[in-house]
Structures are given as C-alpha cells and as structure tokens.
C-alpha cells in the first residue's frame, strides 16, 4: 500500500484516481427553469436519512445545472439500469444544447414537482431543496423527497462506475 505524505493539499490526479477506486452508481439529475428541462449525470449520490427522507447530489459549480437547481429549489433523481449508459454518457458531456438534450430520451414529468425522470429507471425520486452547503468547487444540494417509484424489475442490472469506466452490475 503507497501512501502520500502530505503537508498540503492532495494532488487532484491521485485524489481522483484513489477515490476512482470506489465503484458508485449512475443517476441523472434533472430540474425545470424557466420551462426548460436541464440534467447532469451525478455519481455523487446518497441518502442521508430516513425521517424525514434526504438524499443528497454534489453539483459542480461550474456547470448550467448549478444555477438552474438551486433557482428552481425542485428536482428529480433516476437511478440508471445497466443498459442506459448512453443516457449517462449523454448527460456527463458539457456544451449540449440545452433544448435537444432530452431528443429521442423518454421521460416523464415527475408528479410533484413536473421534473423529468428517465423512463426505464430503477427507480425516480422527485425532491425539494432541503438545504446547501458548501463543498469546494461542489454545492452539496440535500433534497426532501417528495414522492419516488420503482422502475420494471424486469432488468435489474445497474449501471456503476468504478475506476474511470461505466460497468453494468446484473444481479446474480
């Protein structure tokens, strides 16, 4: 086991590759502003409790999604099945156009809030901005659930990354 030794900060390319090493799964995160429909592929996803129910996603400052969420204050979280990596290399890519990003991705307004979910999830969460604190060049956005559902059993592979690569987990 190496170690770095370290009276300062860490460098940001053995942070990414240790912390690569944990294998996380795949959603997609989306909001509404003004009308328009915004996501991101977020990875930096948890629950945080379960009274009241919380959940948590980490938005990069510099990205759309950042201002578009935390001006709504609602959004919608859809846990990835292993065959919708495509939607989550389409999300994780800057520079989409904003209003053909959801072209031939099928959705459904969620019941609460009207923010999009992945139809063919695991399963969709549609939450209200519980608080926001902040995380370095990350907000940390904690959300209220407000409402949830499962997706078709039928595939109940997942889709995880794990050392810089997107891998389907099937259930054995």
């Given amino acids: 086991m190496s170690s770095t030794e370290s009276s300062g900060s860490v460098p940001p390319a053995e942070f990414r590759a240790a912390l690569g090493q944990f ?6 995160m989306s909001t509404l502003q003004d009308g328009v429909a915004h996501a991101m592929t977020a990875n930096a ?3 945080v409790s379960l009274d009241p129910p919380l959940v948590l996603v980490c938005v990069d400052k510099g990205v759309r999604m ?16 292993g065959a919708q990596r495509a939607i989550a290399e389409r ?10 990003q959801f072209d031939g991705i099928g959705t459904t307004a969620g019941p609460k809030t009207g923010c999009p979910t992945v139809d063919g999830a695991l ?8 608080a926001t604190y ?20 039928s595939d109940p592979s997942a889709l995880i990354y794990h050392s810089s690569n997107y891998r389907e987990l099937p259930e054995n």
């Fill in 134 to 153: 902040d995380g370095g060049d990350h907000t940390i956005v904690v959300g209220e659930v407000l409402s949830l559902g499962t997706g078709d059993p």
């Fill in 23 to 28: 294998a996380s799964g795949i959603t997609i």
């Fill in 123 to 130: 399963s969709w969460l549609e939450c209200r901005t519980w």
């Fill in 91 to 100: 999300f994780a890519r800057s520079g989409r156009d904003l209003y053909s």
């Fill in 45 to 47: 996803f948890t629950s």
């Fill in 66 to 81: 950042h201002s578009a969420v935390l001006d709504c204050g609602y959004w919608a979280v859809s846990v990835l099945s």
